[in-house]
């Protein structure tokens, strides 16, 4: 199975991201990850979404949204020309034991270290998803508290906006 990255531009109004993602449930999608938020024109929201599946589940995802009212826009990403990034906030168990492990990894993967006590540290860390799977297995052996991810926001290279482009 692929993992596609597909931004969506829609009309920034109150329920219409109830109605795509109702969309996803009625036609059976599994949704990886979405993230959303305005973008620099306040009428428009941009959603990122990631889906797993083949070519048909691609273009069946694709097809199914173009035909929403507020949809404006849906464009596949592609891997080549395209940034990708996720956010993580993880809380590990701070021990005199592990301190040092947690420091070195928080350095090497230039993480930060945002909250800090004797039992605890919570480390905020962005990068593509695979650094911050890397990030997880190494800290898992030194206790995870708790963590979440912010899911991928990607932007592609070069003048091309989702606004300006027919």
């Known amino acids: 199975m692929s993992k596609f990255v597909i931004a969506v531009l829609v009309d920034n109004k109150p329920g219409v991201l109830m109605r795509v993602t109702s969309m996803f449930t009625r036609r059976a999608f599994n949704i990886d990850a979405l993230t959303v ?3 620099e024109d306040p009428n428009y929201s941009r959603i990122t979404i ?3 599946g083949d070519e048909n589940t691609k273009n069946q995802f694709v097809s199914q949204m173009k035909k929403l009212y507020n949809v404006k826009k849906v464009k596949v990403l592609d891997d080549d020309v395209t940034v990708k990034r996720e956010l993580m906030l993880i809380k590990v168990k701070n021990t005199p034991e592990t301190r040092p492990d947690i420091m070195a990894a928080a350095e090497i993967y230039r993480a930060k270290i ?3 006590s004797t039992d605890v ?3 905020e860390l962005t990068g593509e998803p695979v650094k911050l799977d890397a990030f997880i297995k190494i800290m898992m052996p030194l206790g995870i508290l708790e ?3 912010t899911g991928i926001v990607a932007i592609e290279r070069g003048t091309d906006t989702m606004i300006n482009q027919e």
């Open 37 to 39: 938020s305005t973008i």
């Open 50 to 52: 990631t889906i797993s």
């Open 114 to 116: 945002i909250d800090y």
């Open 121 to 123: 540290m919570s480390v």
């Open 147 to 149: 963590m979440c991810r």
